[in-house]
């Protein structure tokens, strides 16, 4: 039992034979139960080909009808990547993760509402997100992979090096992750920080989270409303952008402050009066979290 994926998932590529996605293919590849799991790549012009053994079809239909693939993920350049989250969509796959980061917001408003109207099971991961990791047993995306250990604690992040920052600090004090998540910085993306939680709750092999949000939207507050009420494990939560100027976009598209919630110190009030420890300083995450098991 795990989150979303495990040591058993087959897993397609879209743009496996571009330079991103072969890199990270090859390394995620190269990881725990990654040769069993990526079983397929997408290219309609290099059909019958493969990469390092992998075969390219020409659609993830294909793919999925010879393989029996059930999560993609995409490295398509920006252009090109809401039409081939599309295409995984309507090949009715169970998860979709989307790595490639500027994709216009138009786009993605494009998905989100071809995804409602077809009454779409597929669950979305990201756009601009690292992926997600099962520790010793499966990565999909590009964190790196020797900082993650198994073990009980759940990581869910906008965020993907603050993602490194908190796996890494849980590593070095013997706490190994569940699963860590990155859910990405895109003002309209796929899975909320209140999809993971739900998650994370439901899961035997969690025993606690981290979550970690930045400025802008009100992700975040909406989670530790919901888990006020609902969550019966502990949380840490960090909120990056205190010092950030309103109106100014900070490195994720996402991250702009554009009323009062939106800005991190109002965050952290929310998510303190729901019950969830904060931090204002990132390299303590992992000892708060120790500290409250």
Known sequence: MSILINKDTKVITQGITGKTGQYHTRHSREYANGREAYVAG?????VGEDFE???????????????????????????????????????????????????????????????????????LLGPNCPGLIVPEELKIGIMPAHIHRKGRI??????????????????????????AVGIGG?????????????MFNDDPETDAVVMIGEIGGPDEVEAARWA???MTKPIVGFIAGVTAPAGKRMGHAG???????????????????????????PSEMGKLLKSIL
């Not at 989250?85 to 500027?102: F, K, P, R």
């Open 42 to 46: 997408v290219n309609p012009k290099r």
């Open 53 to 123: 053994g992998i075969p390219i079809f020409g659609t993830v239909k294909d793919a999925k009808a010879e393989t029996g693939a059930t999560v993609s993920v995409i490295y398509v350049p920006p252009a090109g990547a809401a039409a081939a989250i599309l295409e995984a969509v309507e090949a009715e796959l169970d998860l979709v993760i989307c790595i490639t980061e500027g994709i216009p917001v138009r786009d993605m408003l494009e998905v989100r509402n071809k995804m409602r109207a077809l009454n779409s099971k597929t669950l």
């Open 154 to 179: 759940g990581v869910v992040s906008r965020s993907g090096t603050l993602t490194y920052e908190a796996v890494a600090q849980l590593t070095e004090l013997g706490l190994g992750q569940s699963a």
């Open 186 to 198: 895109d003002p309209i993306n796929g899975l909320k920080h209140i999809d993971v939680l739900k």
């Open 228 to 230: 006020k009420d609902n």
């Open 255 to 281: 991250a702009l402050i554009s009323g009062g919630d939106d800005t991190a110190d109002a965050k952290l009030a929310v998510m303190e009066e729901c019950g969830i420890k904060t931090t204002r300083n």
